[in-house]
């Protein structure tokens, strides 16, 4: 089983930056997929996966462009770099993973671990 725990959340301005992290402690298996996920109000929102083994990523057309996410092999933990952020970035983001290595799954249901969360506030 994966555990997750996200950590980097915070307020911040809109147009700055922050850097959310997620890692685990019993380690990512190589052919897993690593997903972002946030929720405001009502479902989870894919925002962004990562491919284990190879590192290829796919992403929300909401944050193309201004996102990026990647993984570090050596510390088992993946990132979501935030840039350019604006108010409707504002929500809860999750770390979830997903046995198998598709990254065109962006429904949360296809995801089979979870973090806690960590909250995202972009003030105006």
């Known amino acids: 089983q994966v555990d997750l725990r996200e950590s980097g959340g915070g307020l911040v301005q809109a147009g700055g930056s922050l850097r959310l992290a997620c890692g685990s402690s019993?380690?990512?298996?190589?052919?897993?997929?690593m997903g972002w996920f946030r929720q405001d109000s009502g479902k989870r929102e894919f925002v962004a996966a990562v491919r284990w083994s190879d590192g290829n990523t796919n992403y929300a057309d909401s944050v193309k462009g201004r996102f990026t996410i990647s993984r570090d092999n050596f510390k088992k933990a993946v990132y979501l770099q935030m840039n350019s952020l604006n108010t409707e970035d504002t929500a809860v983001y999750y770390c979830?993973?997903?046995?198998?290595?598709?990254?065109?799954?962006?429904?949360?249901?296809?995801?089979?671990?979870w973090g806690q969360g960590t909250q995202v506030t972009v003030s105006s």
């Open positions: 979830a993973a997903r046995a198998g290595s598709s990254l065109f799954y962006t429904s949360d249901s296809r995801y089979d671990y």
């Open positions: 019993r380690g990512i298996f190589s052919d897993y997929a």
